[in-house]
Each structure stands twice: as C-alpha cells, then as structure tokens.
C-alpha cells in the first residue's frame, strides 16, 4: 500500500533534485528547469496532504494554482532569459552581476 | 562715670578719621588738613583727660579698670580672638601725656612746617603715628599691641625718611625700620608663647594682658621649659627684644640718632611722647613676666649699659638735634634701668616726665634750627660750631630749653629730678646690698646722670651764650616774637616740667586732697606694680563686651593697695629712706657738678675742650664714631656676615634648589610628556583612531564578499538560512 510516506519522499527527492539544479548549474535555463522541479515537489507535497489528511480538495486547487503560477514564472522567466541572451551574447548566470553591490 | 565704648574708642579714632579724611583733602586744602588733624588730637586729649581725671581726681579707686572686648576672630572653640580697650591708671595717664604732648607737637608742627611742600602729607602721617601711639596705650593685649606698634613702625618710617628727596633721610627711614623689626620678630615670637600657655592654663588661648597676669599668677609658666631655659625667661626675653629694639637699647640703639633726619616735630613725637615710650611701656605691661624669668639683672645691665653709653656718645655731638637723640637714648636707659631695679612706677613717672620735658627740648631746638637760614646752602643749620649766642635773638625759647635742661639734668624743683632720683634711689640701695651684682649699673647710672647734666648744658652754652661764632648767620637771624603756634607749646611744655605735678608736694601739701589719702605721692598711689604680691587682684577681673555700659559701682579712693613701706619691714623701709635721701643728695650734686663742669668749660673757658680732645683723641674718636657700632653692623655683622649667607642662600637657591628641583622636575616633564606623546601617537591616534577606520574597512571586506552579486550564491545563502533556522525549530 501506499502511504503518505512514499509521497513525501518523492516529492523531498524532486525538491533536492531542484535545488541542486539550481545551486550547481550556471546555465540560466538549467535553472529555471530546477525551478520547475521545486514547485512541482510542492504541488505533490500539496495534493499528497490533502489526500492522506483532510480528505478534501484544497490540495489540488492549490496545485492547479501552482502549475498557473509556474507557466506564468516560465513564460515570464524566459523572456527574461532571451533579453539577457540579446544583451550579454551568453546565458551564464555568472555574467548577470550588474545587482553587485 | 559710666563708660561706654563711645566714649573711648574716640581717643583712637579721631587722629585715625584725620588721618584717613586729611589723605583725601591733603593735596587739595593743605591748611584745612593741618589745622583739621590738630583739632583731631585736641580732641582725644580732651576725651583722655576726662578717663584721667576720672581715674586719677574723682571717684575710683586703684582698683578700678575698664575692660572691653569684642570677638575678632572665631576659629572653633579653641580659638577665639578678642580685642578690646583696657584703661588702668597706668593707661590713663600714659593717653593723657600722649594726646596732650602729642597735640602740642602737632601744633608746633604747624609752625615749623608750614611752608613745607608736603605739609599736610606730613601733617596726616603725624596724626597716624599718634593714633597708634594711643591704640598702644589703649590696647587690652599683646596683638593689639603688636598691630599699633607695628603702625607706628611704618610712620616712623615715613616720617623719619620724609626728606626722601636727600639720601641720608631714605637711609635713616629704611634703619629705623629694620632695626626695630629685629625687635618686632621676638615680640612675635613672645606673642605665640604667651597664647601657648595660657591655652594650656585656660583651655582657651588669650593675648589679654590680665589673662597673662592671671596665668602668671595661678603658675602657668612654673616648670615649662624651652630649649633648656625656662618659658617665663624665653618669654620675657623675647618681649624685652621688642623693647630693645623700639626704645633704642643696647645693642640695637643705632637707629635712634639716625631717626632725627626727620623733621624736628617728628623727632619730638619718636623721641618723646610715642615710639620709644612703646617700647618702655611694653616691658612695663609684661613686668611679671620678667619678674618670674629672672630676667630683671639683665634689665637693670642694658639700661645701665645703654644710658651711660648713648650719654659718653652725647659728649662729642655737635649736631644740636645728635645731642637730644643721644640724650634720649641715655633717658631711655635710665627708664629700662628702673624697671630692671624694680622700681616700676618710677620708671613710669620717668617715662612721662622724660616725654615732657624732651618734647619740649626737640621743639625748642626746632625752633633754633628754624630761625637759622644759611644763604649760602639755602639750608637749615643744625650744627652748634656755628651758633653761639642765641638768648639775645630768641628769649622764649632759650628759656623754654634752660628749664627742660635743667629738668633732665635732675636739679631739684624739676620733673626729672622726681623720677631719675628715684630709679637712681633704688639703683643705690640694690648697688649697695648687693654691689657684686647691681654695683656695676648703679655706678654707670649716676656717671650717666653726671654726663646728662654735663651735655645738656654743653649744648645749651654752646647755643645760647657766648660769642656768636657765625656772625652773618647770627646777623640774619629773626629775633624772636612770640607766637602761639611756635612759643606756646615750648611753654605749656615747660610749665609741665616743673617737680611738684609729679612729686608727692602736690597731694601731700593740700594742694589737692584725696579724700582719705594722706601725705602719699598720687603717683605712687596709682601706679601699682603688678608684682606676684598684687597678682591675685586679676582673678577677679573680668571683662565687659563691647558695647555695654560699664556699670562698676564707684568706690571712692582710699582703698588702695599702695603700701608706703613697699612691703618692707619698718626698719627695712627705714632703712631704704635713708638710702634715698643721700642718693638724692648725691644726685643732686651731680647734676650741679656736671653744670658747672660745662660752665668751666663753654663759658669760663677755665678748661679747654679742645685739649682733652687731643689728649683722649683715641676715645674722642670710639665716641664720634658711636663705638664702631654702625661700623660692626655694617661693615662685618652685615658686609661679612649677611652677605655671605645671602651668598651662600643664593647658592642654594640657584645651585641646588634651581639645578636639582626646578631643572629636575622640567626633566621629570620632558620625560613624561615625551611618553604621553607617544601614548597619544600609538594608543590613541594609531589605534584607536586609525584602528576604528582599519576595522570597519576589514569588516567591510569581509561583508562585500556577501554582495557578490552571484544570485545562486545569494540562493545558497538563504536555503543553508531557511534550513538552519527550521532545523532549530526543531519542526523537522
């Protein structure tokens, strides 16, 4: 049987995995995946709880919302992404250093 | 009478409001300022002779006093400082013979300054001296006392230098005063030992003058030894400087003859009625205290010592105003040499006859110098080889000079035959009994009555008679017309030499009755020497606050404690009559002795001055050169002596105290601030200042490498954050 356990511990694996991605990558959209593996761990996270604990719906309108949120953070973040691209020629992260104090 | 303080301070007060008004007016309304100070003087005299009629005339006995004192100072219980009004008899009379001797002066003053640039300075300076001459008398202790002593002191300085102009006056000044202030050391020094012991008597420290007699008398100063001689002898000693040094004594007398280049009516103040009778009338006061110090040989030995000396130095004087100073330092002798013998009021009656009839001396011989103009100098003379003469031009005065000459050779019917005969009495019967002792002093004193006699009437011949020796001196010589300012004082004085004001013929011939007193010298009766028999009287006196009416009841005269036998046995006193009646057979003789001694001499010629100057031309010399005194003072005491340590002080001073102390303690500076510099370079500026900059440069190299911009470094910054701060939660 599946428990609660098994989400959880998908959905921590996908979350390192995301972070990891962000931390360790220098390519911009290389982070924007880990990005995306970040919120979709919590979606699970989300519909997980929602399922074992309360037995209602909130989870999933809350994931619904996530994956919204994440379309819009992608569309959002790319273009971004192709600005910096037309400026700097490069899609390193270590070249966006112009917020350096 | 009731006295008040009202009533008495006046005496003391007015001649000082002269003094302090006549400073203002002086250069403005110098005349206003003369005649105002007179009237300031006549009216103490006034005021005195009332307190003296009082005590001497009316209504009080020998036990009567006025005692007033007011809180000076307030320094804790122990020390409180009183100063206060005492008037005894002896008081009384000394105030009466100085505001009234003293206005005399001041009104002859009048005369002989008159025209003088500077007379009403001189005038106010004279008033200031009197004043402090009747604080003295009128003081009730010993730093009273001091503090009008010491204003006489500066007066007499700038009377006596009032020429300042001519050196040898600024000289005489600035002698007159240090000498005396040698005196004026030990006076101060008898002061502290005085308030020692009474402290230790009374548990409360007093310069009272009944305060010392009451501790003398309770034993204060029994046992008490300093230095290894007794307290009392110290004391004594010390006071007894005070007046070796006012009243011009053995050895401090040089400054007397000096003093005289002072203009003549400062002369007859200093000489006469106030500063040299300070210093007698000092030792009179502390009698007691010389009593118990045994210090009464040594007395009796300076006054013998000084009058013989100053009447040896008299003889070879030619300046007329030298032979009255030497003179008066032989008179001052005499006073000393009666408070040595124990003959207390006698030296006092001595004190007052001597203020009387050598006022009347330096005014007469201020007259002569007066009317003498040399033409040539533009300058007074003083010198007696140039007179000669001189009855014809000035009647009034050669009388006035004769009949105080004749008093203070001792020819009888005069004041100084009264009181010189009796301390040379008493001289006698001490000599007598015990001529190992007092032989020696007994025989100075009449050898010093004999060259008085002989002296004085030198230099009366030398004036007065004879052939003018200075014919156009003589020539323009003003002959003399009465008037009151320069005549009247010669002859009030002159009236007041005369023998029976002093002696026993006035009280004791009816010519005034004590009521109840028989046959007894009113002088006697009042000046009672405060010996240990008569100590006891004091414990009973008590002083009375300032302000307060004096309420003593009257007790009329006859309770006195004059004992005509001086407390001798009625063979003993028997016995001293005796003595006294050929003592003042001899003294007599010896007065007309040595006037007819200078009658052979100036007059008949029968004896050539001029051949025992040439025969004991090595004495002559000792005696003009005043026995090498000022010689010894200056040229070794002062030139060998002083100066060498002053030398030797400088050495001190320069050597060690500058090179080690002074230089030591710029290097002790040097060194510190050479380490303070350094603490402020290193401490403050490199480390404290430079370091705060250094570390907020550090902390901000350690806080930019934060701000790298690199945005998973930021990211990794917040996770490791986020993370350790739930795991503190403990939540996971």
Redesign the interface.
């Known amino acids: 049987m599946m428990g609660l356990a098994s989400y959880l511990i998908i959905s921590s694996i996908l979350f390192i995995c995301g972070v990891v991605a962000i931390m360790a990558r220098k390519n911009i959209v290389a982070i924007l995946l880990g990005l995306e593996l970040i919120l979709n761990a919590s979606a699970l996270n989300f519909i997980a709880y929602s399922r074992f604990l309360n037995n209602n719906i909130d989870g999933h309108i809350f994931s619904l919302f996530i994956i919204v949120l994440a379309a819009a953070e992608a569309a959002v973040a790319l273009a971004i992404v192709l600005r910096f691209y037309q400026i700097r020629e490069s899609v390193h992260v270590d070249d966006a250093t112009q917020l350096q104090g | 009478m009731d006295y008040t303080v009202a009533s008495i301070a006046p005496i003391v007060l007015l001649p000082f409001l002269a003094f302090v008004i006549g400073s203002f007016t002086a250069k403005k309304f110098p005349k206003f300022t003369g005649i105002m100070v007179c009237v300031a003087i006549f009216g103490s005299f006034l005021l005195s002779a009332r307190i003296f009629s009082d005590f001497v005339f009316n209504k009080f006995s020998a036990d009567y006093y006025i005692h007033k004192t007011f809180l000076w100072f307030d320094l804790g219980p122990a020390f409180k400082l009183n100063l206060g009004i005492y008037i005894d008899q002896m008081s009384a009379m000394l105030l009466v013979m100085v505001s009234g001797v003293g206005f005399l002066i001041h009104l002859f003053a009048t005369y002989y300054m008159g025209e003088d640039k500077r007379y009403a300075s001189y005038m106010i300076y004279m008033s200031l001296f009197t004043a402090g001459m009747l604080g003295v008398a009128l003081s009730d202790n010993l730093l009273g006392f001091f503090m009008f002593w010491e204003v006489m002191g500066f007066c007499s300085y700038s009377l006596i230098g009032f020429y300042f102009e001519r050196e040898a006056p600024g000289d005489a000044s600035l002698k007159a005063f240090m000498t005396t202030r040698i005196g004026d050391v030990f006076f101060l020094f008898g002061l502290l030992i005085v308030w020692n012991v009474t402290t230790q008597v009374n548990g409360q420290g007093s310069f009272a003058f009944v305060d010392l007699y009451n501790v003398i008398a309770a034993g204060g100063f029994d046992g008490q030894m300093l230095l290894g001689i007794p307290l009392a002898t110290f004391a004594g000693l010390c006071f007894f400087m005070g007046t070796i040094g006012k009243s011009a004594q053995f050895p401090l007398q040089v400054w007397l003859p000096d003093a005289m280049q002072g203009p003549t009516p400062t002369s007859a103040l200093i000489h006469a009625a106030t500063m040299v009778a300070a210093g007698v009338y000092l030792s009179l006061r502390v009698y007691p205290l010389l009593e118990i110090g045994h210090l009464l040989t040594f007395v009796t030995y300076i006054g013998a010592i000084t009058a013989f000396g100053a009447a040896t130095m008299a003889l070879v004087q030619t300046d007329i105003k030298a032979v009255l100073a030497y003179s008066t330092i032989s008179q001052l002798g005499f006073m000393v040499l009666g408070v040595g013998v124990g003959n207390y009021n006698a030296a006092f009656m001595h004190l007052i006859t001597h203020a009387v009839f050598k006022a009347c001396l330096f005014l007469s011989s201020g007259s002569v110098i007066h009317s003498l103009h040399d033409h040539h100098t533009h300058g007074h003379v003083q010198e007696m080889p140039r007179m000669g003469g001189l009855a014809k031009k000035m009647p009034y005065t050669c009388f006035a000079m004769v009949v105080c000459s004749l008093a203070i050779s001792g020819v009888p019917f005069f004041s100084g035959f009264v009181s010189k005969d009796r301390i040379l009495g008493d001289a006698l019967i001490h000599g007598l009994e015990n001529p190992m002792v007092y032989g020696l002093p007994m025989f100075l004193g009449f050898l010093a009555a004999l060259l008085t006699a002989f002296y004085m009437f030198r230099m009366i011949f030398l004036t007065f008679y004879g052939e003018p020796r200075d014919k156009e001196l003589y020539d323009h010589c003003h002959t003399e017309t009465f008037s009151f300012n320069r005549n009247l004082p010669l002859l009030i004085l002159t009236v007041f030499t005369l023998g029976f004001w002093y002696s026993g013929s006035l009280t004791g011939q009816g010519l005034v009755k004590f009521p109840g007193v028989e046959n007894k010298e009113w002088f006697q009766t009042l000046i009672e020497k405060p010996d240990d028999k008569h100590l006891a009287k004091f414990e009973t006196y008590t002083s009375q606050t300032w302000g307060k009416v004096d309420i003593k009841p009257e007790v009329t005269f006859p309770k006195s404690h004059y004992d005509p036998t001086h407390g001798l046995s009625e063979a003993d006193a028997h016995h001293a009559h005796t003595i006294h009646v050929s003592g003042a057979i001899g003294s007599i003789f010896i007065a007309f002795l040595g006037i007819f001694l200078a009658y052979l001499m100036y007059i008949r010629k029968s004896l050539n001055p001029g051949w025992w100057v040439s025969t004991f031309s090595g004495w002559y010399q000792t005696l003009k050169n005043k026995y090498y005194f000022d010689h010894f003072y200056i040229d070794i005491l002062i030139k060998k002596v002083l100066f060498k340590f002053q030398d030797f002080v400088a050495w001190v001073d320069m050597g060690i105290w500058d090179r080690i102390f002074i230089d030591g303690w710029a290097k002790v500076n040097d060194t510190f601030s050479y380490w303070t510099r350094k603490f402020d370079d290193i401490v403050i500026d490199t480390i404290a200042v430079d370091g705060t900059g250094a570390s907020v440069r550090f902390f901000n190299l350690v806080l930019?490498t934060f701000?790298?911009?690199?945005?998973?470094f930021y990211?990794?910054v917040i996770?490791v954050v986020l993370a350790s701060y739930l795991l503190t939660l403990k939540v996971v």
């Open positions: 930019r701000q790298s911009g690199k945005i998973q990211f990794v996770f």
